[in-house]
């Protein structure tokens, strides 16, 4: 169980990933506190507003110019609804602090390149947009989360395995040598290859699941696995709408602004085509090409296209229903890298079956 401020996991010499629940724990006193008609001591909101996560909350609001101040947090944590929260945040907190962090972080490394460093902390917060997000990711990776009551145990491990593939990817991707070619790429390239990335989200569903054998929501509820089951019925229709969108940025039919105002649309209201799509292709390389394959054409996005169009065609042969491919132009226009068309020998089999628990899945 992770009982301190800032809690290791089993990491190694290449990995730093610790949860800091500071923040949350002080806070949820405080309304404790409040609850039982105490009110909170100068030494309490002292400690709250010395804690890592809420310097870096509140750092994270002025970056985006939002009013954030400790007396609104004061009259925040003294409102009547959030005091008589205290018990299920309690109880809340309890349950994700049982989780195995390092069960997590193994999920997200499986699915990086060998060696790969990943260096996180994960915050838990008490606070009043009940948004979570990554944030300096190029400095110090935080993964900052809502407390929130109707999140599982299960579904912050699902979580937090999600966001350590961002940040992974962040740390480790591209190689260097890739890094250094991307630079030459023409605008319509860079674009090209910034909008690739958000298949990444597909990429962290992969991986934050355990494989391709696992229900990417199993520890959602029903409607939430229906709204992703409905949105995979799609593949198809929205995959031709992601070529159409990359065929007008390489044509250059949309640029700057508007490039940004389409592709945000991808993600959808839940999880849109940058997720499913991205989920489906990815699992279709893996299959046909084994795990090491697709990180290599995920970490290298010159190849992604033509190695998902490689795994297409194989996999066509044999299925009923034919995958649709990209167009040549697509797959080929930030430079050709021919895939790897015979089975590596990394397969790997999935070591969760497909209604696994979070305590059991790498």
């Known amino acids: 169980m992770l009982t301190g401020v800032a809690a290791p996991a089993s990491a190694t010499a290449t990995s730093s990933v610790v949860i800091d629940d500071g923040e949350a724990r002080v806070a949820v006193a405080i309304l404790s506190d409040e609850n039982a008609g105490r009110a909170a001591t100068s030494d309490e909101w002292n400690q709250l507003f010395a804690t890592a996560g809420y310097r870096r909350l509140k750092q994270r609001e002025a970056d985006f110019k939002r009013a954030f101040t400790d007396d609104d947090f004061r009259k925040f944590l003294a409102d009547p609804k959030q005091i008589a929260m205290a018990g299920q945040l309690q109880a809340t907190l309890s349950a994700w602090r049982s989780t195995d962090l390092s069960q997590m972080e193994a999920r997200a490394q499986a699915y990086l390149p060998d060696g790969s460093a990943l260096r996180a902390t994960v915050y838990p917060l008490v606070k009043p947009r009940t948004n979570s997000f990554v944030y300096q990711l190029d400095t110090d990776p935080a993964i900052m989360l809502y407390l929130d009551p109707a999140m599982t145990a299960d579904q912050f491990s699902n979580t937090v395995s999600h966001e350590l593939l961002h940040v992974g990817d962040a740390e480790n991707c591209p190689p260097a040598d890739v890094a250094a070619g991307e630079k030459s790429f023409t605008p319509r390239q860079k674009a090209f290859n910034e909008w690739l990335s958000a298949f990444g989200e597909g990429w962290a569903v992969l991986a934050a699941a355990g494989g391709p054998n696992v229900d990417p929501h199993w520890e959602d509820s029903q409607r939430d696995r229906d709204r992703w089951n409905a949105q995979m019925g799609t ?128």
């Open 235 to 362: 593949f198809d229709s929205d995959f031709h709408d992601l070529q159409s969108f990359f065929q007008s940025i390489m044509t250059g039919k949309l640029e700057g602004d508007a490039v940004s105002a389409k592709g945000f649309t991808y993600f959808g209201d839940y999880q849109g085509p940058w997720y499913t799509v991205g989920y489906r292709m990815d699992v279709t390389i893996e299959r046909q090409f084994g795990r090491g394959t697709l990180v290599a054409a995920l970490c290298d996005k010159r190849k992604y296209l033509q190695t998902y169009n490689a795994a297409a065609r194989r996999q066509n042969e044999s299925a009923a229903a034919a995958l649709p491919l990209w167009d040549a132009n697509v797959a080929d226009f930030l430079g050709p890298q021919p895939p790897q068309r015979s089975p590596p020998s990394d397969v790997q089999t999935d070591r969760c079956a497909s209604r696994c628990s979070a305590s059991s899945c790498p």
